[in-house]
């Protein structure tokens, strides 16, 4: 079994529930001396750093969200002087300010671990040529990935997102066996390169990937793992805590190994915020065990999912991550029926006759919720075939409505139609928000 950094990540569950104390011991009295909003809350209800003894204490703690960051715009959750922080990242959320990150020396690196760890787990070694095609910028994932690359010693190609053509041709010439990019770009890609006449194997050495940044559904992976004949790693991050590399697939994809001797998670019900058992879904929350920049204490994530601490047969010892449901405020409430756009895809991905390429829109008609989907044809069906299209839609109409327990209208449009994106997709237009 390839590791990156054994002594760690196979770590016994004891002794990592001792060196997570420490550091969680040490991190409070840390944020309590230098990060002055989240001072405030524990004065508030009066808690002192020394009434955290252990990691079990830690639902002692208040909770920090998106807006204290906000509200702290842009400095103001840093913990570190100013001549100690090296690198700025934003989050340009789709609602409302950036969201800024601040990171040390020591930060960047302890994140370019966690980043070569992930790389490892999806297959990488020092061997291997690893294609970034995340954006490199604000956006954590080229930079993240790129330093990860680095850190475990493969040939790094920075490529960055954008100029889908030029892309392919570097992947093909520099023979890349790793990619990453957004779950939506590499079938993009896949669609190009299909296009192109390309066979994977053949002129494509690629033989895994990790994709991230946005949700994405189990269908998803299967669709990209056969149209490329690669593994297809889930990788997960914020930049808030850190980018990419907080959580990983390794081969057996039991869940994404959490990086839980840097970042904490826990798992609270939505409602009452009180802390959920392993696999309960509800709102993922984080707490940095060694950042220095902008540590953050028991944060919101505002992303749906569950945790499992089942063994993996790779032998790593961390608690997992269950694929990611949605964020959420992703979640769109439809005649009072709760629907995630992961739902919507996992059924879209069911049926061959349509591709993976759509869009949500939702809009309010005559005080009523209305829900479209809209969604590509398989370019192996033609729009001209009109019966055969409607017996498509039909079909789509009745598994979404019992999938969703709600109705959605289906248009079907030609391959091609929907935007592609280079970076995160956006995949819904709510007009009632307008
Ligand atoms: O998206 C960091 C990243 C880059 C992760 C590349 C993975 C790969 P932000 O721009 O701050 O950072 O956005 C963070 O993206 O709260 C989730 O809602 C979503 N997200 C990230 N990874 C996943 C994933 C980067 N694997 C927000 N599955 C997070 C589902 C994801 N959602």
């Known amino acids: 079994m390839q590791y990156f950094q054994p002594e760690i990540e196979t770590m016994s569950v004891a002794e990592k529930k001792?060196?997570?104390?420490?550091?969680?011991?040490?991190?409070?009295?840390?944020?309590?001396?230098?990060?002055?909003?989240?001072?405030?809350?524990m004065d508030a209800i009066k808690l002192k750093p020394s009434d955290i003894k252990s990691i079990d204490d830690i639902y002692k703690l208040p909770y920090t969200v998106k807006q204290d960051l906000r509200d702290a715009y842009p400095f103001g959750m840093m913990a570190a002087p100013r001549r100690d922080l090296v690198r700025l990242h934003a989050s340009s959320a789709t609602t409302g300010k950036l969201t800024v990150a601040g990171y040390t020396q020591k930060d960047i690196d302890i994140w370019a671990e966690c980043a070569a760890r992930s790389l490892v787990m999806a297959g990488a070694d020092k061997e291997s040529v690893v294609h970034v095609a995340y954006g490199y910028g604000l956006f954590t994932g080229g930079l993240g990935m790129h330093y990860g690359a680095e850190k475990m010693g493969a040939v790094v190609v920075p490529a960055s997102a954008g100029n889908t053509q030029k892309q392919i041709q570097l992947i093909a010439d520099f023979?890349?066996?790793?990619?990453?990019?957004?779950?939506?770009?590499?079938?993009?890609?896949?669609?190009?390169?299909?296009?192109?006449?390309?066979?994977?194997?053949?002129?494509?050495?690629?033989?895994?990937?990790?994709?991230?940044?946005?949700?994405?559904?189990?269908?998803?992976?299967?669709?990209?793992?056969?149209?490329?004949?690669?593994?297809?790693?889930?990788?997960?991050?914020?930049?808030?805590?850190?980018?990419?590399?907080?959580?990983?697939?390794?081969?057996?994809?039991?869940?994404?190994?959490?990086?839980?001797?840097h970042f904490y998670p826990e798992i609270v019900d939505v409602d009452t915020l009180e802390p959920l058992p392993y696999g309960e879904s509800g709102e993922l929350v984080f707490t940095t065990l060694t950042k220095e920049?902008?540590?953050?204490?028991?944060?919101?994530?505002?992303?749906?999912?569950?945790?499992?601490?089942a063994p993996c047969p790779c032998g790593r010892t961390s608690v997992k991550l269950n694929k990611i449901t949605g964020r959420s405020d992703d979640m769109l409430i439809i005649r009072g029926v709760n629907v995630f756009p992961s739902q919507i895809e996992s059924v879209l991905l069911k049926n061959t006759d349509v591709a993976p390429h759509y869009h949500i829109n939702v809009d309010r008609v005559n005080n009523l919720d209305t829900m479209e989907i809209v969604v590509e044809l398989s370019p192996s069906v033609s729009v001209d075939e009109v019966a055969h299209v409607e017996e498509i839609r039909r079909k789509l109409s009745s598994d979404m409505a019992s999938a969703l327990s709600v109705s959605a209208k289906i248009t079907l449009v030609s391959p091609g139609t929907v935007a592609r994106s280079e970076g995160k997709a956006k995949r819904i237009t709510d007009k009632r928000k307008l």
């Open 175 to 261: 023979g890349a066996d790793i990619i990453c990019c957004t779950p939506s770009y590499i079938i993009y890609l896949a669609d190009e390169i299909e296009k192109l006449g390309l066979k994977p194997g053949v002129d494509i050495k690629l033989k895994g990937g990790v994709f991230g940044a946005e949700a994405w559904s189990e269908g998803m992976r299967e669709t990209i793992e056969k149209r490329l004949g690669i593994r297809a790693c889930d990788i997960y991050g914020l930049s808030e805590i850190a980018g990419p590399g907080v959580a990983c697939d390794c081969q057996f994809k039991t869940g994404m190994h959490i990086q839980d001797d």
């Open 293 to 309: 920049g902008m540590p953050l204490i028991r944060y919101r994530t505002r992303d749906i999912a569950s945790l499992n601490n």
């Open 18 to 41: 001792e060196l997570q104390s420490e550091r969680l011991v040490r991190m409070v009295k840390y944020v309590y001396d230098n990060q002055l909003p989240y001072r405030a809350k």
